[in-house]
């Protein structure tokens, strides 16, 4: 397997309406719909798909995934977890529009828990769907070789530990025998 593995995907945005009484405050919303495989030398334009009166697929080309060995603890984590999956961050800039309104565009996909997690903390938008079962065992054995488990870590004895009172600020004891109580 090469130092830095690396797969070529399309993100499928999809634009719909919103049903019911939300649609008083916001008649579309975007939601991640697939991301899929491409061909590394397919390149292209974003473009729409498919258009309905209630649906729109628009197709974002060109999001190259790569594993890296210093992440392979988070591609072990999405591997084993219940269900697999791919992770979108998505923006909405003013500057993208359709009809006046904005357009949602993919900015990264990956398949690590931990870059999600990142992107999450900084309060991005990120979408996950479900990874195809080769792309599964692509990462899984990329994780499998790659991630080394931490060992233990050696506890300190309990008679190095700082003494505090019942509040939690540190206390000391006195030892001054001129004292009387």
């Known amino acids: 397997m090469a130092a830095t593995p690396t797969l070529t995907t399309s993100v499928l945005m999809r634009r719909e309406r919103v049903p019911g009484p939300m649609a008083k405050w916001q008649a579309w919303r975007w939601v991640l ?15 729409m798909l498919r258009d309905s009166d209630d649906v729109q697929i628009w197709l974002h080309p060109g999001f190259e ?33 359709v009809c006046d309104e904005p357009v949602a565009m993919p900015t990264m996909v990956s398949l690590s828990y931990h870059d999600a997690g990142r992107w999450l903390d ?12 080769t792309v599964i065992a692509w990462m899984s054995e990329f994780a499998q070789s790659h991630w080394v488990t931490e060992g233990k870590k050696r506890q300190r004895p309990e008679s ?16 001054d025998k001129t004292r009387k109580g």
């Open 122 to 133: 900084a309060q991005e938008s990120v979408e996950q769907v479900a990874a195809p079962d």
């Open 33 to 47: 719909h697939d991301v899929v495989l491409q061909e590394p030398t397919h390149s292209g334009e974003v473009r």
């Open 160 to 175: 190095f530990r700082g003494l505090q009172d019942r509040f939690g600020n540190p206390a000391s004891v006195s030892t």
């Open 65 to 97: 995934v790569s594993l890296h060995r210093d992440d392979a603890e988070g591609y072990y984590l999405n591997a084993t977890s219940p269900r697999p999956c791919w992770f979108v961050l998505w923006r909405m800039p003013e500057e993208a529009t």
